[in-house]
């Protein structure tokens, strides 16, 4: 499981958010990939996490970003903790 801590003003950096002028919600990014690259290697998934969480302006650790792409390969359920922060 990972964690992270997002302002309340970059919530929709992470999940949709229709009043955001953000386009590049990281969970789509991440859905995307699950659909399309279980069973790929790891390796290969990792970079497209960064760019999507690079795009998403989030903090995920190289860690994280690994444990996400093992979840995404293996097709397992992946569970994020969201804190939000005032």
């Excluded at 590049?24 to 990014?29: E, F, G, H």
């Excluded at 990792?46 to 995920?60: H, N, Q, W």
């Excluded at 996400?68 to 390969?73: E, G, L, R, V």
């Amino acid at each position: 499981m990972g964690e992270i801590t997002v302002s309340a003003e970059h919530i929709g950096h992470l999940l949709h958010d229709p009043a955001s002028a953000h386009g590049a919600p990281y969970m789509q990014a991440y859905a995307d990939l699950a659909q399309t690259h279980r069973g790929r290697p790891v390796a290969e998934i990792v970079p497209l996490l960064r760019t999507a969480a690079d795009r998403a302006l989030l903090g995920f650790t190289g860690t994280d970003l690994l444990e996400q792409a093992q979840t995404i390969s293996s097709g397992a359920p992946y569970e994020l903790r969201v804190r939000v922060a005032g």
